[in-house]
Nanobody, 124 residues
Framework: QVQLVESGGGSVQAGGSLRLSCAAS????????MGWFRQAPGKEREFVAG???????AYVDSVKGRFTISRDSARNTLYLEMNSLKPEDTAVYYC??????????????????WGRGTQVTVSS
């Protein structure tokens, strides 16, 4: 059974940092595209960052320069380093995987596997 499990969320003050992890099990995600999405209360799920198997990463404009997505293929783990956090970053953060790893996919419907999410709360 394929599982994606996020961790690393929490509560921080504005300007602080968090590092999210997404551990994959049940299969190797070699060749997969991976992504981070977030959803705030009353809002739609939003693309945050994506990483193809080979190629450039991509970010939503609001996090560029503050967030960094990376992957450790040996550990089958995806990361999201979040710096200079703002209250508007408050949301549940989800990781996702897509078997076609040739690009970055910004539509949540394009992903095959999802984690259950981890809460990030940023206070002012």
């Amino acid at each position: 059974q394929v599982q994606l499990v996020e961790s690393g969320g929490g509560s921080v003050q504005a300007g602080g940092s968090l590092r999210l992890s997404c551990a994959a099990s049940g299969r190797t995600f070699t060749g997969y595209a991976m992504g981070w999405f977030r959803q705030a209360p009353g809002k739609e799920r939003e693309f945050v960052a994506g990483i193809p198997w080979i190629g450039r990463t991509a970010y939503v404009d609001s996090v560029k320069g503050r967030f960094t997505i990376s992957r450790d293929s040996a550990r089958n783990t995806l990361y999201l380093e979040m710096n200079s956090l703002k209250p508007e970053d408050t949301a549940v953060y989800y990781c996702a995987a897509r078997s076609d790893g040739r690009g970055v996919y910004q539509n949540w419907t394009q992903y095959d596997f999802w984690g259950r999410g981890t809460q990030v709360t940023v206070s002012s």
